[in-house]
């Protein structure tokens, strides 16, 4: 074993070292609560993870590109892996959503016909519809499930996630023993997550072989600590959507490398990836932002038949495993949350970190299967920083208690109030929720600008040879970083979505994003130990975060990108000159 070499699996065995630290040290947010467990410890071995993480990445590219280091990589992939699978998730708790979820389909109900509270305030003695009263007596025999229904997160509403994901809960739920518990339910949900992960790491290998790269960069997805950290340890579904995406990436990328004298496969393959696009959608709707990608690249690259007929497939799946989600009700007004009405990122205060309890008396009447989603894309907001800035300037301050007034608005008072006025008589909206709805649909066209921008541009400089296809990739990569850059809810896990397409990013400054990501975790730690305002501001905690410590986890990486790309632009006009 070569100096090199050696040093690739001292560095993979430092971070397993890391990952165990970690197991031995995460608990349950149900059972530490909060920000009481060692949070500030376990963000540094993350950190440390990092770190070793990317010099692993630098040391491998310079192997041969042989069989051991595959080897290695796999084996670091797998092992961190299933170090953190079987420890409770730290801060985080969606994994009760899904398991619930999965027990309600195999009952024959859709989970987006009740809330989790409407099972819990219901009664067997009670007149129930047939479809509750089956979810009541599920609630009833499972001591397991009761627990696990007690804990999922916004019980007030039914649920968000799409009906491709919940075919993997039920599938889990319909594999598990019924007298299995809670913890044990969890981690065999989390062992599906993981499988989706690894068969994407098995794509990305394949596509940096498909471009002549070194199989070396996949350590940049297989060994980064955040994807380890959201999937094997939190178990966030994102890596079905993520699956299916990069899926659909590969079979795009397939089709425009084969040579034209195949019309018929690579129209084939033009079907395969609208149809796995679509399928990811049904699992996260956020692939949809690559739908312009695809269809473009199809219809430059390959022809305007392969792309209308990988249109008509994409519309038309997409609708058909969306179906279950879309309004069938009239409803009031939807509930929501943002920073300045959260005090915690993820768990509704209560005793012993428990959601609350349900009201004495809940409607029986089936929910509106897009109240929730219409929640998120209407007033969730968490972690943003270019969000936050817009918003921050179009919102009135007038009336806003002083510690709720953002440092950084500088636009007059006036002129906000005049806006919102404005936009209100304009629309009927509440003036509460015109900056909201207004940034959302500033930052949403400049989105769909980028995505078409980079669509272009990737089907201008894309070729058959190995360093043009990347192109492709880069874009891909791209869309799904800025994408994630303009929402107002930046959940680090959302930035696993586009990790995978990571080793094709030009920059440095993209590699470091999956290590700030973590900061957001501090806003845990924040919530629970600074009540009062922080350092002379008049900001406590949980709004320090947000109108401080963001500032920290985004201007100076911002800063470093944009010097980036102005120095290649310099360097790529003088050499033209």
Sequence with gaps: MNAPFRRLVLLGIGCWLCYVAVAFSARSLHEAGSGNHVLLGLLALFGVAFGLHLVALRVAIRLPDDRRLLAVVWAGAVVFRLTLLLCDPIEEIDLYRYVWDGAVSTQGVSPFRYSPQQVLASSADDALPDDLAALVRLRDRSPELTEILRRVHFGELPTIYPPVSQLVFAACSWLTPEECSVSTRMRLMKAWF?????????????????????????????????????IANSGHLDALATGLMTLAISLLL???????????????????????????????????????LLLWMLARRVSAKASAIAAVVFVAVSMTVLWPMLPTTETPEVIGVSRLELNDANVTQSDHDQPPLPPTEVSTTPRDPSESLRAFLGRWEMNDFLFLLVIENLRPSSGLPSEQIAWFTVTPESWRAALVAAVAQRTGLSAERIPFVLTRFLLSLTF?????????????????????????????????????????TQNPWYLTWCLPFLPFARGRAWFALSGLAFVYYLRFWMTAHFSSPLLGTQYPGPQFFDDVVTWLEFAPWLIWLV???????????????
């Design 448 to 488: 769909v600008g980028l995505a078409i921008g980079l669509a272009l541009w990737a089907a201008r400089r894309f070729d058959t040879d190995g360093p043009r296809q990347e192109r492709l990739l880069e874009a891909t990569f791209l869309t799904l970083a800025w994408f994630w850059l303009l929402l107002p």
């Design 563 to 577: 010097s980036i790309r102005v120095l290649r632009t310099h360097a790529e006009s003088a050499v033209t000159a």
């Design 254 to 292: 397939s089709a425009l490398a084969m040579n034209s004298d195949r019309p018929a496969r690579r129209c084939w393959l033009s079907v395969g990836a609208a149809l796995a696009l679509a399928l990811g959608v049904g699992a996260k709707l956020y692939p949809v932002v690559l739908a312009p």
């Design 194 to 230: 993981v499988a989706f992960e690894l068969a994407t790491l098995a794509l990305v290998l394949w596509l940096l072989s498909q471009v002549g790269r070194h199989r070396g960069w996949a350590i940049a997805y297989g060994w980064c600590p955040l994807v380890i950290k959201e």
